[in-house]
């Protein structure tokens, strides 16, 4: 069990780019979630996945955020036509069950 | 609509000192509470958490948390501070019975003095 793992840890991208994180969730772990953190704010959530299923999405998930399972293994994240204001922590979480999600160290994205 | 208060932003105790951090909840239901650390630099970590049962919940590192559904709060302590746990600590409710999203309070920063 090594965690949860995301890539890249830092992104920085010039707005209007597109960019792309990953998450690989731990192996035995059917539910997976992304939250943004900003500075001084705790984290919100984005979007829930179980299995390759999107049960979930937040009305902070812009048409410009997309977000897949395939498989139902690891997920991405997209954003499109970044934004100064899409500047945050991206985390990633996973779980078996209601019992407490498991972090990753999170991806943060600077945009400029 | 679900939601997590900590009235604390930041707070500074001593080493050695007992800690309190305050977490008030609105739910309506029986909620699912968490307490998650945050060091610099480092992912949430699940310091501890609560269903249903005894009210008052062991830990890792030496915490603990009491449910009071009167006072809908969910206040974690600890006995006698570290300064290795100077860092935001994060209170969370999970959204429905359906069991998804966690809903995270701001945080308080703690600071652990000498």
């Known amino acids: 069990d090594t965690g949860v793992s995301q890539n890249p840890r830092h992104k920085i991208t010039k707005r209007g780019q597109n960019v792309t994180f990953r998450c690989d969730p731990i192996s035995e772990h059917n539910r997976l979630y992304w939250y943004r953190q900003t500075l001084g704010q705790g984290p919100e959530f984005l979007t829930y996945f179980q299995n390759e299923a999107q049960l979930e999405k937040s009305r902070l998930l812009s048409d410009r955020f997309s977000a897949e399972r395939p498989k139902g293994s690891f997920s991405t994240l997209e954003i499109q036509r970044t934004e100064q204001g899409d500047s945050a922590m991206y985390l990633c979480?996973?779980?078996?069950?209601?019992?407490?999600?498991?972090f990753g160290q999170g991806t943060r994205l600077t945009v400029v | 609509a679900q939601s997590v208060t900590q009235p604390d932003i930041h707070i500074t105790v001593s080493e050695g000192a007992s800690l309190e951090l305050r977490c008030n909840y609105s739910y309506g239901a029986t909620p699912y509470l968490f307490w998650y650390v945050q060091s610099p630099g480092q992912g949430l970590q699940l310091l501890l958490k609560?269903?249903?049962?005894?009210?008052l919940v062991q830990g890792i590192k030496g915490f603990e948390a009491e449910f009071k559904r009167s006072q809908s709060s969910f206040n974690l302590r600890k006995p006698s501070v570290h300064w290795s746990d100077a860092a935001e600590y994060f209170c969370?409710?999970?959204?429905?019975?359906?069991?998804?999203?966690?809903?995270f309070g701001k945080g308080t920063t703690l600071s652990v003095s000498s």
């Open positions: 609560y269903f249903s049962g005894d009210t």
């Open positions: 979480a996973s779980s078996s069950n209601i019992g407490g999600a498991f």
């Open positions: 969370a409710v999970v959204a429905s019975q359906a069991g998804t999203a966690l809903i």
